[in-house]
């Protein structure tokens, strides 16, 4: 129904940037939130950002400052641009979809991709 993949992650050291992109496809009509989490080794997965299709955003407060979440709502994509990266951001970075409206009218939820690397070293 819905596919996410991610690109972006990639190896850099502290006080440096990335910008992770996340697209879906599928039956899409609407996506209502997409979002951004993280899962560091013996972690739990944990929110970084998401972003309605109103563009209301909502941020952990570890990234606040230093990570913006944006979107492009007609192509179903979304971005996580990176700054200021600490070896604590180090995590494999998920791209979520909830609330989605296929074609058909069927809302579906909670949609993952396969998940981008990024490490950060001090």
């Known amino acids: 129904q819905v596919q996410l993949v991610e690109s972006g992650g990639d190896m850099v050291q502290a006080g440096g940037f990335l910008r992770l992109s996340c697209a879906a496809s599928?039956?899409?009509?609407?996506?209502?939130?997409m979002g951004w989490y993280r899962q560091a080794p013996g972690k739990q997965r944990e929110l970084v950002a998401d972003?309605?299709?109103?563009?209301?955003?909502n941020y952990a407060d570890s990234v606040k400052g230093r990570f913006t979440i944006s979107r492009d709502t007609a192509a179903h994509t979304v971005y996580l641009q990176m700054n200021s990266l600490r070896p604590e951001d180090t995590a494999v970075y998920y791209c979520?979809?909830?609330?989605?409206?296929?074609?058909?009218?069927?809302?579906?939820?909670?949609?993952w991709g396969q998940g981008t690397q990024v490490t950060v070293s001090s």
């Open positions: 979520n979809a909830d609330r989605v409206l296929l074609y058909g009218g069927t809302y579906v939820h909670d949609f």
């Open positions: 599928g039956s899409i009509f609407r996506i209502n939130v």
């Open positions: 972003i309605t299709r109103g563009g209301r955003t």
